[in-house]
């Protein structure tokens, strides 16, 4: 399973363990990645993922799972989240006609 968020994209980044005596060694930054199931209204059912707490964050900042999804870019968001977007948007066309 790839190291990398759902919403935000975020993943994994190289950077340099530097000691005190300036010696230099490769290191792994990783994303602070959780699993975690927000509830969408539109299915009526937890849907499952690995999220960054930033990118959870976001999610309740725009107002839960389903208006995130309905509001972002379909470029910006992986495979699943699009699949998701597309059922969301399904069915909140279908309770609006």
Known sequence: MARRCAV???GVQTGNH???ANNKTRRRFLPNLQQTSLFSEALGRNISF???TNGLRTIEHKGGLDAYLINA???ELDTEMRNLKKQVEKIVSERAA
């Open 50 to 52: 690995r999220v960054s």
């Open 8 to 10: 935000t994209g975020k």
């Open 18 to 20: 530097v000691s005190h």
């Open 73 to 75: 870019r379909s470029a």
